[in-house]
């Protein structure tokens, strides 16, 4: 296992014999970074280790013109390197992963690990609740022949738990992967993440030097075999819509990779690309999610309502108890592994054109025999691999009665309201609106009639819920629903159906969003989906 | 070789649009290898530089070798260009996938959607071939003048600037600019939706109904693609282009537009049928046309002037009921953005 320490000053040399290849560009990037530096502690003046931030960039300010900007830029860039390296310990591993899943679920979350040790017995069963399905057959192998990269879909800080989780149980390696600054906080969280290859992420950071160095040091990760996760929507999707815009720049270091490999002469210079999907039938978050979305989306359109707290990590344990209780399945699905360009990769490692035909995908990186870095060559290259990742996410979501109960009852409210666009629809939705069930149930039946044909177009998947008796998964949703959210989403009183949290109704139809449903427009506001 | 590719480039189909684009290529330094399934056609280009049944005025350039094997055709090419019609682009597309290599360029000059599937070319080639690096070359470009050495235009478009400069390159020449975009997905449906509309012209045309009714006509098809294309992903402005309203122009007023001639054909009162034989070749625009409803219906777009040429084509209306019944829809907004 290479250090991180070791990967951190690859990524920094890399780095900076690239910048200093500019020339004359080097005061240029220091500048830059000042000024990026300032911008982000005026607008968090408390965040952590600010004062020495601060200390260090007016420090840098002021040296700057007086001395060589070459030696500051060597000083930020290696800066922004150890700030960002972690380490992989495999005694620690093997500690965690003997607690699992409470022992990640409790690092991931911030939970105190004596809280969750008390309720072993509850979470052990937890095991039974995730489904593990799809293209995981040749990942075992797939992982010797070369570096696998996860790329699942990302709506709950649960999702990087649950992904440990599922790669451990699936006796897979253990995985590097970004985690944000603020799950570092903590002296024994930090510890324990540091050491099972976690490297911090600062999402504030908006200086390309540290977003160069960020990238350059996953890409050394991933050419050193280092096996990798990446949540490549970038954030959570606070719409709850499955994404459909990928961070490219993230992706991209899987074609680098490779190709430095190939350059490098390395043995196993292969990287794999892995679409996953974890779906949930309710998401721990959702509210605070939800209301986020609507309020970034909306502006002034939109007002907001209390919050019910439902968003606190700390409720995790009890948000899982009560999935437990319901019979409740979690699914993650693996799709088929694909190379940097977006072809399916079989077992053995090779890459297959769509008729299934073995190719050589070196040639795609080769012009005159040789294999060259042209970036704007390797970015289309990644916006394909962008667009196979998407259709994989959208083949493998596998839809939950909740999503298609909450798309019902909110196209039921639709109706007759033609034109009204989102932020209106809501608003004429307030908290104990009632909705007939009877209607709701019909546009509940269409829609999963519509959903079984989607399916055999490989646009969507059904969970196994969906497959059965029509009525059954109605009455599923309905128990579901009243199983987290402060308010039910939805409940049943008499011949009607009570609304509770309309934002949450919304949030959770937004998984089906995109197939066309019940002939229903979109209702993701456009500059946001 | 004096080209800007060492490699020779490889040119799949010999209809006219094909052969005068092995011409250019060769014409610009490079060895060229013209693949046609018809070995007697290939036979004909070697032994005499002509494509009779193509375009016989064009005395073809010596560099040009005729071809009838694919594999031999495709084989160390560092460019493949494809101008196979758009509904048996699939069965071609899907034999060079056995012969293609990844580090091959492939460029389509296929102006059409695929029937059913309502693909794009670009769409078909990477659905049956490893090819990554493509790119369209479309524009208002009558094979018949620029094989007399008539100046005209095109465009190469592709998400890989490589492969526009790479078009660029071998196309190019002292009557022939080659312009760079990089809207894949405008230029391939500017490219097939004109051809309706040229449908549409050609009919006004036969019809003598005068030029401010073919211009009334012919801008609000423009109006219509431009909708369509939007609501499909292209970017508005490159229907403003060569490759939009460039071509739509060329392809509204020529006589040489064989989709122009088959409305023409249909507005003095032929069948389709016999319209399209006495053509001889393919005119894109018949297929196009119900793609193009399709789509519409789709996407929630109103295309009034597409809808007509489909009911024309397809439903047997007359062509003066058609347009009666234009005339007479309530005139909204002239442009959308208007």
Same mark, same amino acid.
């Given at each position: 296992?290479?250090?991180?320490?070791?990967?951190?000053?690859?990524?920094?040399?890399?780095?900076?014999? @690239?910048?200093?290849?500019?020339?004359? @560009?080097?005061?240029?990037?220091?500048?830059?970074?000042?000024?990026?530096?300032?911008?982000?502690?005026?607008?968090?003046?408390?965040?952590?280790?600010?004062?020495?931030?601060?200390?260090?960039?007016?420090?840098?300010?002021?040296?700057?013109?007086?001395?060589? *900007?070459?030696? =500051?830029?060597?000083?930020?860039?290696?800066?922004?390197?150890?700030?960002?390296?972690?380490?992989?310990?495999?005694?620690?591993?093997?500690?965690?992963?003997?607690?699992?899943? =409470?022992?990640?679920? $409790?690092? =991931?979350?911030?939970?105190?690990?004596?809280? *969750?040790?008390?309720?072993?017995?509850?979470?052990?069963?937890?095991?039974?609740?995730?489904?593990?399905?799809?293209?995981?057959?040749?990942?075992?192998?797939?992982?010797?022949?070369?570096?696998?990269?996860?790329?699942?879909?990302?709506?709950?800080?649960?999702?990087?738990?649950?992904?440990?989780?599922?790669? /451990?149980?699936?006796?897979?390696?253990?995985?590097?992967?970004?985690?944000?600054?603020?799950?570092?906080?903590?002296?024994?969280?930090?510890?324990?993440?540091?050491?099972?290859?976690?490297?911090?992420?600062?999402?504030?950071?908006?200086?390309?030097? #540290?977003?160069?160095?960020?990238?350059? #040091? $996953?890409?050394?990760?991933?050419?050193?075999?280092?096996?990798?996760?990446?949540?490549?929507?970038?954030?959570?999707?606070?719409?709850?819509?499955?994404?459909?815009?990928?961070?490219?720049?993230?992706?991209?270091?899987?074609?680098?990779?490779?190709?430095?490999?190939?350059?490098?002469? @390395? *043995?196993?210079?292969?990287?794999?690309?892995?679409?996953?999907?974890?779906?949930?039938?309710?998401?721990?978050?959702? #509210?605070?999610?939800?209301?986020? #979305?609507?309020?970034?989306?909306?502006?002034?359109?939109?007002?907001?309502?209390?919050?019910?707290?439902?968003?606190?990590?700390?409720?995790?344990?009890?948000?899982?108890?009560?999935?437990?209780?319901?019979?409740?399945?979690?699914?993650?699905?693996?799709?088929?592994?694909?190379?940097?360009?977006?072809?399916?990769?079989?077992?053995?490692?090779?890459?297959?054109?769509?008729?299934?035909?073995?190719?050589?995908?070196?040639?795609?990186?080769?012009?005159?025999?040789?294999?060259?870095?042209?970036?704007?060559?390797?970015?289309?290259?990644?916006?394909?691999?962008?667009?196979?990742?998407?259709?994989?996410?959208?083949?493998?979501?596998?839809?939950?009665?909740?999503?298609?109960?909450?798309?019902?009852?909110?196209?039921?409210?639709?109706?007759?309201?033609?034109?009204?666009?989102?932020?209106?629809?809501?608003?004429?939705?307030?908290?104990?609106? @009632?909705?007939?069930?009877?209607?709701?149930?019909?546009?509940?039946?269409?829609?999963?009639?519509?959903?079984?044909?989607?399916?055999?177009?490989?646009?969507?998947?059904?969970?196994?819920?969906?497959?059965?008796?029509?009525? $059954?998964? /109605?009455?599923?949703?309905?128990?579901?629903?009243?199983?987290?959210?402060?308010?039910?989403?939805?409940?049943?009183?008499?011949?009607?159906?009570?609304?509770?949290?309309?934002?949450?109704?919304?949030?959770?139809?937004?998984?089906?969003?995109?197939?066309?449903?019940?002939?229903?427009?979109?209702?993701?506001? $456009?500059?946001?989906? | 070789?004096?080209?800007?590719?060492?490699?020779?480039?490889?040119?799949?189909?010999?209809? +006219?649009?094909?052969?005068?684009?092995?011409?250019?290529?060769?014409?610009?330094?490079?060895?060229?290898?013209?693949?046609?399934?018809?070995?007697?056609?290939?036979?004909?280009?070697?032994?005499?530089?002509?494509?009779?049944?193509?375009?016989?005025?064009?005395?073809?350039?010596?560099?040009?070798?005729?071809?009838?094997?694919?594999?031999?055709?495709?084989?160390?090419?560092?460019?493949?260009?494809?101008?196979?019609?758009?509904?048996?682009?699939?069965?071609?597309?899907?034999?060079?996938?056995?012969?293609?290599?990844?580090?091959?360029?492939?460029?389509?000059?296929?102006?059409?959607? %695929?029937?059913?599937?309502?693909?794009?070319?670009?769409?078909?080639?990477?659905?049956?071939?490893?090819?990554?690096?493509?790119?369209?070359?479309?524009?208002? +470009?009558?094979?018949?003048?620029?094989?007399?050495?008539?100046?005209?235009?095109?465009?190469?478009?592709?998400?890989?600037?490589?492969?526009?400069?790479?078009?660029?390159?071998?196309?190019?020449?002292?009557?022939?600019?080659?312009?760079?975009?990089?809207?894949?997905?405008?230029?391939?449906?500017?490219?097939?939706?004109?051809?309706?509309?040229?449908?549409?012209?050609?009919?006004?045309?036969?019809?003598?109904?005068?030029? +401010?009714?073919?211009?009334?006509?012919?801008?609000?098809?423009?109006?219509?693609?431009?909708?369509?294309?939007?609501?499909?992903?292209?970017?508005?402005?490159?229907?403003?282009?060569?490759?939009?309203?460039?071509?739509?122009?060329?392809?509204?007023?020529?006589?040489?537009?064989?989709?122009?001639?088959?409305?023409?054909?249909?507005?003095?009162?032929?069948?389709?049928?016999?319209?399209?034989?006495?053509?001889?070749?393919?005119?894109?625009?018949?297929?196009?046309?119900?793609?193009?409803?399709?789509?519409?219906? %789709?996407?929630?777009?109103?295309?009034?002037?597409?809808?007509?040429?489909?009911?024309?084509?397809?439903?047997?209306?007359?062509?003066?009921?058609?347009?009666?019944?234009?005339?007479?829809?309530?005139?909204?907004?002239?442009?959308?953005?208007?």
């Amino acid at each position: 296992m290479i250090s991180g320490k070791e990967i951190a000053h690859e990524a920094a040399r890399r780095v900076l014999a @690239r910048s200093k290849g500019a020339q004359g @560009r080097s005061f240029e990037l220091v500048a830059e970074s000042v000024f990026h530096e300032r911008e982000r502690l005026m607008r968090n003046p408390h965040g952590r280790a600010s004062e020495a931030d601060r200390a260090f960039v007016e420090g840098i300010a002021r040296q700057l013109g007086a001395i060589g *900007a070459d030696g =500051l830029l060597e000083d930020i860039v290696r800066r922004y390197a150890h700030e960002i390296e972690g380490r992989f310990d495999p005694k620690v591993y093997g500690f965690a992963t003997r607690v699992l899943p =409470l022992g990640l679920t $409790a690092l =991931l979350n911030g939970t105190r690990a004596r809280d *969750a040790l008390f309720r072993v017995p509850e979470l052990r069963s937890l095991s039974d609740r995730v489904s593990i399905s799809g293209e995981t057959a040749p990942l075992a192998r797939l992982a010797r022949l070369g570096t696998l990269v996860f790329t699942p879909t990302h709506v709950s800080n649960l999702d990087s738990l649950l992904f440990g989780y599922t790669i /451990f149980r699936m006796g897979l390696p253990p995985v590097a992967y970004g985690a944000g600054l603020n799950l570092f906080e903590s002296r024994t969280l930090g510890y324990f993440m540091h050491h099972l290859g976690a490297y911090s992420v600062d999402r504030s950071k908006t200086d390309p030097l #540290y977003r160069a160095v960020l990238k350059e #040091y $996953a890409t050394v990760l991933l050419e050193r075999g280092e096996h990798g996760l990446f949540f490549p929507g970038g954030t959570r999707s606070r719409s709850f819509a499955v994404e459909s815009k990928l961070k490219k720049g993230l992706l991209g270091t899987t074609l680098a990779a490779y190709r430095n490999n190939l350059v490098a002469g @390395r *043995a196993k210079p292969k990287v794999f690309v892995v679409p996953v999907t974890c779906s949930y039938p309710l998401v721990l978050e959702g #509210y605070s999610l939800a209301e986020e #979305y609507l309020l970034r989306a909306g502006r002034e359109k939109y007002i907001p309502h209390d919050d019910d707290g439902s968003d606190n990590a700390r409720f995790w344990l009890s948000f899982f108890e009560k999935l437990l209780a319901l019979d409740a399945e979690v699914h993650v699905r693996f799709g088929a592994a694909l190379d940097p360009f977006g072809n399916r990769v079989d077992a053995d490692g090779t890459s297959r054109d769509p008729r299934g035909r073995p190719i050589d995908p070196a040639g795609y990186l080769e012009q005159r025999g040789r294999i060259t870095e042209d970036p704007t060559r390797d970015q289309a290259y990644t916006e394909i691999l962008e667009r196979e990742i998407v259709r994989a996410y959208h083949r493998d979501n596998i839809a939950m009665p909740t999503w298609l109960l909450a798309f019902a009852a909110l196209e039921q409210h639709r109706r007759g309201r033609e034109g009204h666009d989102v932020f209106r629809l809501l608003r004429e939705l307030v908290r104990g609106t @009632r909705l007939p069930i009877e209607p709701v149930r019909a546009l509940f039946n269409e829609a999963l009639d519509e959903l079984k044909l989607l399916e055999g177009a490989e646009r969507v998947a059904l969970s196994d819920e969906l497959r059965g008796d029509k009525s $059954a998964a /109605f009455d599923r949703a309905i128990a579901c629903f009243a199983t987290w959210h402060k308010d039910p989403v939805l409940r049943v009183k008499d011949s009607w159906l009570i609304v509770g949290e309309p934002s949450l109704l919304y949030y959770y139809r937004n998984r089906l969003e995109g197939l066309g449903l019940l002939s229903a427009p979109s209702l993701l506001p $456009a500059e946001v989906q | 070789m004096s080209g800007p590719f060492d490699a020779p480039i490889a040119v799949l189909g010999a209809g +006219n649009w094909g052969t005068v684009l092995a011409h250019l290529a060769a014409q610009s330094g490079h060895e060229v290898r013209l693949w046609s399934r018809d070995a007697a056609q290939t036979h004909e280009i070697n032994t005499t530089r002509r494509n009779s049944r193509a375009i016989a005025s064009l005395e073809i350039d010596p560099r040009v070798r005729g071809e009838s094997d694919l594999g031999a055709a495709v084989d160390g090419a560092a460019m493949v260009v494809v101008v196979i019609p758009a509904q048996a682009f699939r069965e071609v597309a899907r034999k060079l996938g056995d012969v293609l290599d990844p580090r091959q360029i492939v460029l389509h000059a296929t102006k059409g959607l %695929e029937l059913r599937s309502h693909r794009r070319m670009s769409e078909v080639l990477e659905e049956e071939t490893c090819a990554r690096q493509v790119g369209v070359l479309s524009g208002p +470009n009558i094979a018949a003048e620029i094989a007399e050495g008539l100046p005209a235009g095109t465009v190469v478009t592709s998400r890989f600037p490589h492969v526009v400069k790479a078009g660029k390159q071998v196309f190019t020449s002292g009557r022939f600019m080659v312009f760079g975009a990089s809207d894949v997905v405008g230029v391939e449906l500017c490219g097939a939706l004109k051809n309706v509309v040229a449908i549409a012209a050609g009919i006004a045309s036969g019809m003598h109904i005068g030029e +401010n009714a073919m211009a009334l006509l012919v801008t609000r098809g423009l109006a219509e693609i431009t909708a369509l294309a939007s609501a499909m992903g292209a970017r508005p402005g490159t229907l403003a282009g060569l490759a939009g309203a460039g071509d739509l122009m060329v392809t509204c007023r020529s006589q040489h537009s064989r989709n122009h001639r088959v409305g023409e054909a249909l507005a003095k009162g032929e069948t389709l049928e016999r319209a399209v034989a006495r053509l001889g070749m393919v005119a894109e625009g018949v297929t196009t046309s119900i793609a193009a409803r399709e789509l519409a219906i %789709e996407h929630g777009i109103e295309c009034p002037v597409l809808d007509s040429v489909h009911r024309i084509l397809h439903e047997g209306v007359a062509p003066t009921d058609a347009l009666e019944a234009l005339l007479r829809m309530r005139a909204g907004r002239d442009v959308a953005w208007a």
